[in-house]
């Protein structure tokens, strides 16, 4: 009988190790954003891209010439749903955590926020929501 209890047990403790690992959840990373260049430098190439296209993008979406556009952050995020803190009224989203990035620049006073997913894919958010 004694036996019979040290395999069971033996298993049941075989058997505790079988679930899943847990996930961590990532935390937003600032970056910093030197006023000499008015660009973000951050050890993550891809930010810098997505920096480079939302200057671009606003530049064209305000009919200004692109030293009239100040960085004032640029982050890695994470994001309550799949809307990537952007959601458009009557469509359905994904209700998970979606690593990404926040873009926010500034011109005439006005800040503007560019919202992306984890592979670089930015656009313009007219009604942003937080990370």
């Not at 009988?1 to 690992?21: E, H, Q, R, S």
């Not at 100040?70 to 690593?99: H, N, R």
Request: with cysteine; proline share 10%; charged share 15%.
């Amino acid at each position: 009988m004694k036996k019979m209890w040290i395999v069971l047990l033996t298993a049941l403790l075989a058997l505790a190790g079988c679930g899943p690992a847990p996930t961590a959840v990532p935390t937003p990373i600032p970056v910093s954003i030197t006023e000499e260049t008015l660009l973000p430098t951050p050890a993550d190439p891809l930010l810098q891209t997505m920096a480079q296209t939302a200057t671009d993008d606003l530049a064209q979406r305000l009919s200004v010439p692109k030293d009239q556009i100040k960085f004032i952050e640029a982050s890695s995020v994470t994001w309550s749903d799949g809307s990537l803190g952007c959601p458009k009224p009557g469509v359905a989203y994904i209700q998970m955590l979606v690593t990404g990035y926040l873009v926010v620049l500034e011109s005439g006073g006005t800040r503007y926020e560019y919202h992306a997913d984890d592979r670089g894919n930015i656009s313009y958010c007219q009604s942003p929501s937080k990370p």
